[in-house]
């Protein structure tokens, strides 16, 4: 099995994470996400919570419940890479 690991669970690693679980054979790659925290936030949402269109908790959501079923999620700090 090969490994992926994507650091950091933001806006981008998250659609990075989504979309290669649906191009890479879940048999065949394991895919997981290091962040320090389960909390996602939209920011560029936050430009709108001064006029009313969201609130600030519209916007704050579980990150493991933006990444697609087959990515793994390990909330941990990231102490240093070692290629």
Request: zero cysteines; charged letters at 25%; proline letters at 5%.
């Amino acid at each position: 099995m090969r490994r992926l690991v994507i650091l950091g669970g933001g806006t981008a690693g998250t659609i990075v994470a989504n979309k290669l679980r649906r191009r890479l054979d879940a048999a065949q790659w394991q895919i997981t996400v290091v962040d320090w925290d389960d909390v996602h936030a939209y920011q560029p949402g936050f430009l709108f919570v001064p006029f009313g269109t969201y609130r600030p908790d519209d916007l704050v959501k579980p990150r493991g419940r933006q990444l697609s079923r087959g990515v793994d999620l390990v909330l941990e700090g990231i102490d240093r890479i070692d290629a």
